[in-house]
Each structure stands twice: as C-alpha cells, then as structure tokens.
C-alpha cells in the first residue's frame, strides 16, 4: 500500500467516525424566504463543522408557534433550535424554558445588533436568542400605478393619502388591487397589521387597569375603515392572505400597495422573483396625525430551548447562522439585497448595503417603532403589534378570527368588535388581571 492511498484510507475512515457520533440538530423554523435560503446554505456550515447534522422541521408560521410552544411547555425536547419571535422571548426566558447565549464565541459581537432588536431579546441583561432577521412594516408599492393615478406617493403618507390612492390604482376588470394587506386570522397574522394600524388610530388592546377597549370608538374607526378599504380596493379572499399569500400576490402585479414587513422589500425588488420589480417604491408606514405610525417591531430569532440536551452545538449553529460572516457568505452567493435585514449596525454602514433603495427605509422604520410606548394613549403593556403577556398568543388569535370574519363579510364591523370585547375581557378575569 503506498502513502497516498493510507492517507485515503486514514481520511475515509476519518469521515466516517465524524458522521458515526455526529450530532444532529433538529431545527424548527418559518417557510419564509430567508429561512429558506438558510436551509440552503447549510452545506457550509456543515463543512465548518463536520461533527454536527442538521435536520429541519419548516412550517407555515401559525403551525409553528402552536407547535414550538405546545413543545417547550411540556418541555417535550422535540427541537434543539427555535426560529421565535421578539412576544415569545422574555416570556420564555422569564420561566426558565430558554438557555442563555453566553458562548457565542469572542468574535460574535453582540453589540453590533442594533439596540432596538437587542433590547427585545435581552430578558435580566442577557441576551436569550439571536436575531437572524429584524423588521419594521412599511409602505411597498407601484411607481407607475402611483404615477398612472396622478399621485406622488409621500416619504411618510397617512391613510387617507393611502387610501384615496389605493382606491385609484384598483383595475378589477384587469385583477390589478389598489392594496393588499393580511386578513388570515392569527395574533401575528392579521393582529400584527391591525395591532399596529390600530395604535395609529389612537386605539390600545387595554386601558392602565388592564380593560379591554374594544367597545371605544377608536377600535371601530380603526377596523371599520380597513374593511371598507379592502372591500372597495383589496383582492378577492383576502380573509385568507397573510404575509405569504400578499408577498405573492404582489410579486405577480396584482397589488398597487402592500403593507407589510421590511423584509419583503428584498423580496419584491428581485428581478428572479417579482414581475414589477423595477417599479417598486418604499414609504414609511402610514399614520393619522396622532403621533404614531403603523408601523412595528419584530425580529425572528433563533434560541434554544431548556429541554434540548445539544446546547453546545445548537449554540454553535445559532453563532453561524447570525453572525457577521454569514451576512458576507449570502452577499457572496445571492448578492447584498437578499442579505438577511434588520440585525446589525455594521450591516447598515456598508455602503453596499446602503445603496440599495430599501435600506434606509427599513431602518428609519425599525428605529421609529417604540415598544415601550405603542399607543397614543397610556397603556400597561410592552410591545407594538402584540401584548408581551402570555395569555395574548390565544386572545390575540381569537380576536383575529373575529376580524377576519368582518372582512370576509361574514359578521358585521361592530359583532366582531362587541365578541373581541366579551372573549378579551372574560380572558383576562380568569387570569387575574381584574375582577
């Protein structure tokens, strides 16, 4: 046997003992786009840490948050990596179902994440998940259907602009909608977008001693103009879109406007993925002179539950996949654009990164969204499009489904909000926050 094919033999062998005692993450995430592209690029991980597989569970965003918290509640150990978001971690963290990120390694740089996000995932100064994405929501939208409608759309524009615009761009008989906009129930559903477009109405889920405010008048001004708005200007089933669903329906050219997450901008500015990509355009998300604007705060994380006994190698992974270096390794294969947005500092001084048209929007928006105070009013509660307390993941989707049933025009405006307050007000007794 010569030296060359010992060294073969030795390797092989090698290769073998690694894959025999690797570890194997089970990761759950979302099937949205950068997720995806994750998944994708796996394979350099993999060739960083030839000790370590990878399995991934990916789910429509509904199914899971049911399933990630079905999970770590019974503290079943089903995963070892979550992909959760800014409601889930102090909660989590707060009841001991998550492991601190203390061994992320020296070159991690956690004080490159901007502080907005930082801050969301930091429960008793330490940080509890790692964002692989950040976002705000803002305004996307079609210069030439704008410019076809004899409007200019404003950096920061109100509803009533949005509105009367979207209105103007609708082309029915062509299946061109002046808006799309979530109606798919869900307390990150349609309950992110109304949350949201509800604090600039001056509306609050709960007044200072924890009442449902459902019964106000801001609440039904808030919900009866945006089913009124999708009636004259949405598309056809819009009760059933979500982030998704819009996402594609834009990309395709049936959406004048869409109000969603930042994140898509990269999404809808991709020649490769979307047929209007070069007349897509970016505005801060609308407000009604109040002081806010629609406009909210979210990262998808990656964290570890406490049920996991692969800490050290989950840790290892969640280092890879939100680190500095893979922001350069997505740059390299797919181009700045589709550079995971909304995390670090560094990102947003690269003047790559700066030139794109997005850029700046998305983090004037990030830095305008404040958590600790979300309405015009005083409110009780920490969190811009949901309520950071427990019981808000299943108000929050009872509530949804109340509205998506006004916009599919199965129950009126003021039944979905009168059923919002009894569910609401009745959940809230039974946990205690008030007789």
């Known amino acids: 046997m010569n030296l060359k094919t010992l060294c073969l033999g030795v390797s092989a062998f090698v290769s073998l003992a690694l894959s025999a005692h690797a570890e194997t993450l089970t990761i759950a995430t979302v099937n949205n786009g950068d997720m995806v592209r994750m998944q994708r690029l796996t394979d350099d991980f993999k060739a ?9 569970v990916t789910l429509e ?12 509640a019974a503290k079943g150990g089903q995963y070892d990596v979550l992909t959760i978001g800014t409601y889930e971690v102090p909660i989590w963290a707060k009841k001991g179902w998550l492991v601190a990120l203390d061994h992320l390694g020296a070159d991690y740089d956690v004080n490159d994440i901007l502080p907005p996000i ?11 998940a790692a964002p692989f994405y950040g976002e705000s929501s803002m305004v996307m939208y079609r210069k030439d259907l704008m410019q076809k409608a004899g409007l200019t759309m404003p950096d920061a524009p109100s509803w009533d602009f949005v509105a009367d615009a979207a209105r103007k761009m609708t082309d029915k008989a062509n299946g061109v909608y002046g808006i799309c906009l ?20 001056g509306a609050r889920w709960f007044d200072e001693k924890w009442r449902a405010q459902f019964d106000q008048p801001e609440w039904k001004k808030a919900l009866g103009f945006y089913v009124g708005l999708m009636k004259d200007a949405g598309p056809p089933g819009a009760s059933s879109n979500g982030f998704n669903e819009n996402l594609a329906l834009f990309q395709s050219g049936k959406c004048g406007m869409w109000i969603d997450a930042t994140v898509a901008a990269s999404f809808v ?6 047929k209007v990509a070069d007349s897509v355009g970016f505005a801060l998300a609308p407000d009604n002179g109040l002081g ?13 539950p406490a049920g996991s006994t692969k800490t050290a190698a989950a840790e290892t992974f969640i280092a890879w996949a939100t680190g500095k270096p893979y922001l350069d390794l997505v740059a390299a294969k797919e181009g700045w654009a589709n550079v995971p ?16 048209p997005f850029a700046k929007m998305t983090l004037d928006s990030i830095n305008a969204a404040d958590p600790l105070h979300p309405a015009v009013k005083p409110v009780p509660y920490v969190g811009v499009q949901f309520v950071a307390i427990p019981e808000f993941q299943g108000i929050g989707t009872a509530v949804g489904q109340q509205f998506s049933a006004a916009l599919a025009g199965k129950t009126s405006v003021d039944d979905a909000l009168a059923n919002a307050q009894k569910l609401t007000e009745r959940e809230m007794v039974k946990a205690g926050y008030h007789k």
């Open 48 to 56: 960083k840490h030839p000790d370590i597989d990878v399995k991934w």
């Open 292 to 304: 806010k604007r629609s406009n909210w705060l979210w990262a998808w994380s990656l964290a570890i």
């Open 61 to 72: 965003e509904n199914a899971l948050r049911q399933k990630v918290t079905t999970d770590i």
């Open 341 to 356: 947005p909304g995390t670090r500092t560094s990102l947003y001084a690269n003047p790559e990164y700066a030139k794109l």
């Open 182 to 201: 979530r109606g798919k129930a869900g307390w990150g559903e349609n309950m992110a977008f109304l949350s949201a477009m509800a604090n600039s109405f």
């Open 118 to 128: 930082r801050n969301g995932l930091t429960q008793d100064g330490k940080l509890y």
């Open 269 to 274: 500015s991709n020649p490769k993925e979307s």
